[in-house]
């Protein structure tokens, strides 16, 4: 899995200290919902390479970025240093890795991380204020649809349901919405040849990058080419 990630890691976005919309709605709604990182410490598990850890870290004490991925700690650690950033910590490893440490607030965006009812205890007893979100469908993408069909479509929605059913179990108000997302992103081919190929093989089809490339050239203009992404996430704040 370790590997997989590192892969992911060449095209994985960067951070960008201008929030896109829907990063600047999913904080809009933990502030409606009284989420004040101030002074707080904060755990993002599944950091990846920074993208709302470099944010967190504008507006907390001090924060812990968590990944499986060296690769992507690797980039997180230089977007710090480029923009400034000085009160972060990486570090290589998953959620057991820290089940003995506490924190203000656990933060976990758009991961895996969590797999079993023990990482949903890890997490819970992390910190007292904890900020989840998942996506309730896949991620779809034009260019993607030319490759995959529904059968290949993993349940997104499961890991959701079940942080929900584990926390109902509890008793624990949970406040939540659902996020939607409409955006384009424009690459080389090469560059989106790597995105899908990366995409294809963590979905367990099997295509080699000239077969990607050779279905997708004629959509691109000159060297450039736009994949339009729709997107459906649940946060949850308890």
Not at 24 to 38: I, P, R, S, W
Not at 80 to 107: C, P, W, Y
Not at 203 to 228: F, M, P, V
Request: negative net charge; proline residues 3%; aromatic residues 8%.
């Amino acid at each position: 899995m370790q590997e997989i990630w590192n892969k992911k890691s060449k095209t994985y976005p960067k951070f960008s200290p201008i929030m896109r919309p829907f990063e600047a709605n999913f904080f809009a709604f933990l502030t409606e919902c009284g989420v004040d990182f101030t002074n707080k410490s904060v755990i993002d598990i599944g950091a990846g390479t920074g993208v709302y850890s470099l944010h967190l870290a504008k507006m907390s004490k001090d924060i812990l970025a968590l990944d499986l991925s060296d690769a992507m700690l690797e980039i997180l650690n230089l977007s710090a240093k480029e923009h400034g950033i000085n009160n972060i910590q990486t570090l290589h490893g998953t959620i057991k890795s820290v089940e003995n440490q506490k924190f203000d607030i656990a933060f976990l965006t758009m991961s895996p991380a969590l797999k079993s009812d023990e990482d949903f205890e890890i997490f819970y007893n992390l910190a007292n204020e904890h900020i989840y979100m998942n996506w309730l469908k896949p991620r779809k993408s034009d260019l993607l649809e030319l490759f995959m069909d529904s059968s290949s479509r993993a349940d997104m929605a499961t890991p959701v349901a079940r942080l929900e059913k584990f926390l109902n179990s509890k008793g624990v108000n949970i406040k939540s919405k659902i996020l939607n997302e409409n955006r384009s992103s424009t690459r080389s081919v090469d560059d989106m040849v790597e995105n899908l190929a990366w995409h294809l093989e963590i979905s367990g089809q099997n295509y080699t990058k000239d077969q990607i490339k050779d279905r997708i050239k004629n959509l691109a203009n000159g060297d450039l080419i736009t994949e339009n992404i729709t997107t459906c996430v649940k946060v949850m704040i308890f």
